[in-house]
């Protein structure tokens, strides 16, 4: 049975979750629109939209403060927003543009927020895991008062560094949450048909960081979890969240994702987990029309961060030759 | 001016800049107990378990992990033992420590050293004798250090600790025990500045790490008929010393490139190829390179010395040389 049951409507905090709510609509419009300009190539490369799986993002972000650090995915927008990125900062991002979170270098697969610690998507699978470690690692020979919270996808669990990074969490005591999105696929391939043995929480357990799973469309139960856990790791214990979930679109905004049944998608449908809190919210007394308004500013706000972003400057392409390191010439030898 | 082995150097170096710097750590398997070959060696009593980390056989780990640290705030010392084995960790060092800086549009630095111990060292066959630097010369963002002299090795060790990025660092396993003389006070030495180990007007032969203790052997045996083989050390293969180079064969007219490592695509390729580019009509001779067949590296000490650049290899090219 997932732990961390949701809170009854009665006793509620509207307010926590009304702001919880505001964020899942922020992500989703982000997406939408994010989607929306890469059918129109004005979004380049691939990206990975996290649609479904708002809960968790707003959930665990939301317990965290500003200098506690995050370490993403290739699928990463919601986290990143939920951190507390400025969006338009990251849709010029997506858009390659002058003003984007990383000037127009990552884009969306390596999308990074150092300013309120979000130190990167990444592009390799697990690869956040090693330096997630690390930089709780620095946490601890610091003596800070921070926590470390590492996402990542089930498919994650099959590569070397789940084994390493969750190990190294182990024997160092640091401070940091691991939260695997089961979401059930890897790419375009059920993850169980590629995974031996009972998953992420078991192998968790079996390193000896205790897991814990949840309803990852419930985003008052991933909130308490989160909270709980957070408050864990910041003290010390390395702790590990299975946050079951589904992702509603493909893999990449261009995967039509055939390798599901229609009747599927449709029914998962059903479990939004926006949806899902608004339902709790209007059961909990908080009116329709604040909510309506709460999702058309989300709507109108990333409306005008696309519009923004596809008027921007491209990057100045001497920024080509930037910040690759301070000491030699990055053209000598080049055409 | 003091008389100290390569390893102790090394060991100063460390110890000289953890005293100067609280957040410079070192971690790496058995550092608790000095390292695999003793370079951290004492340094637990002063800095603690903490500053000199043991760590799980866990390369991918060690070297992630450091990435995680130098980019809040630490300056982490990765050991990784043998250059082999950091080979469980490229993606931690090429995809991540290398790129983040510059994938981030700048938001951050990856001040981190790694040191890789390379090459032939008593019969340690195909897994621990390699010589990998060029691999590393190859990746934008990555400084690569190849010192071959105890003063070089305090130095560019002190140097790799101050930069701001990644740093390779390529101990040559077989210099350990080697003796020199080592400046007193704070030696920092500037990447990219080769050391003109001998000066020579016929030729010039450009070399690093162990070769250039074999390249000035040959040199030795050289002068005694007649020719004067100018020796270079280049003591950092990114950034290299273009400049000293193409100085030194403007004079001579002639280059002699040797290494360690396998020749085909080696670094020596890229010295051959930036001489024969920008001074084609100086050469009075075709640039040469020297360095190990395409095999891997045996166990018997006769398979092994088949790719062993000797000294006696290196004056029969440079006389080859001269000839034409
Ligand atoms: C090391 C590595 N192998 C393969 C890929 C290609 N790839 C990108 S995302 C992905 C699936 C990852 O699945 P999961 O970890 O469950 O995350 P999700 O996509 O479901 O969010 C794959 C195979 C990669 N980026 N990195």
Redesign the pocket.
Known sequence: MPAGQSSSASNLDRERYVARFREMCRIREFETAAIAASNEKLVLGAI?P?IG?EAVAAGVCGNLRRDDIILS???GHGHTMAKGADALAMMRELFGRAGGTSQGKGGSMHIADFSVGMLGAN?????NINIAAGAAHAIKLKGEDKVVVCF??????N?GPFLEGLNWAGVFKLPILFVC???????T?R?KAMTSGDGPAARADSIGIKSETVDGNDIAAVDEIASELIDEARRGTPRFLVARTY?LTG?TSSDPAPYRPADEVKERWLNDPIENCRQMLLTAGVDESELSAIAEAAAKEMKDAYETAKASDWPEKDLAYVDVQDIGDPRGGAF | MAVMTYIDASRQAVAEEMRRDPMVWAVGEDLGRGGVFGQYKGLVDEFGPDRISDAPISESCIMGAAVGAAMTGTRPIVEMRFSDFALCAV?ELVNQAAKARYMFGGQTRVPLVVREPIGMWRSSAAQHSQSLEAWYAHIPGLVVAVPSTPADNRALLKAAIRCDDPVVFMEHKNLWALGGDVPDGDDVAEFGKARAVREGKDLTIVSWSAAVHTATEAATTLAGEGIEAEVLDLRTLWPWDKDAVLASVERTGRLLVVQEAVSVAGFGAEVAATVAENLHPALKAPVKRLGAPRIPISYAPVLEDQVRITADAIAAAARGLVKT
């Not at chain 1, 592009?123 to 690869?127: F, K, L, N, P, R």
């Open positions: 990975h996290s799986q995915t290739h699928r592009g390799v699978v697990a690869a990542f996808g089930d498919g994650a669990i590569r999105e089961d979401n059930g696929f890897a790419a391939t993850t992702r893999h | 993606d």
